[in-house]
């Protein structure tokens, strides 16, 4: 059964840093696509960055330059650096998983399996 298990959601100033994970199991990261998603209330869910099995690496404009995705497929995860925090980051942050994604990578449907999120808040 394939999980994906988040981590590293916290409070943090606007201004700060954090580092989120997503911890795989049940299948080992090869070919497939792992994004990140993130919800805040009352909106619709968005996408905030992917990356493939070559290791290219796709980011919403709102975050270019500021966050940053790793994939470390021996470890079947997939971290994701965000930095200069602003309270519009402020979100439940999810993270994903496509068997195949191909030029999609931003559309929420074609991932096939989602974590439960991690929360993120960031104070003024």
């Known amino acids: 059964q394939v999980q994906l298990v988040e981590s590293g959601g916290a409070l943090v100033q606007a201004g700060g840093s954090l580092r989120l994970s997503c911890l795989i199991s049940?299948?080992?990261?090869?070919?497939?696509?792992v994004g990140w998603f993130r919800q805040a209330p009352g909106k619709k869910r968005e996408f905030v960055a992917a990356?493939?099995?070559?290791?290219?690496?796709y980011y919403a404009d709102s975050v270019k330059g500021r966050f940053t995705i790793f994939r470390d497929n021996r470890k079947s995860m997939v971290d994701l650096q965000m930095n200069n925090l602003k309270p519009e980051h402020a979100a439940n942050y999810y993270c994903s998983m496509a068997l195949e994604a191909g030029n999609w990578f931003e559309d929420e449907q074609v991932y096939d399996y989602w974590g439960q999120g991690t929360q993120v808040t960031v104070s003024p």
């Open positions: 049940g299948r080992t990261l090869n070919l497939e696509t």
């Open positions: 990356v493939n099995c070559r290791e290219d690496k």
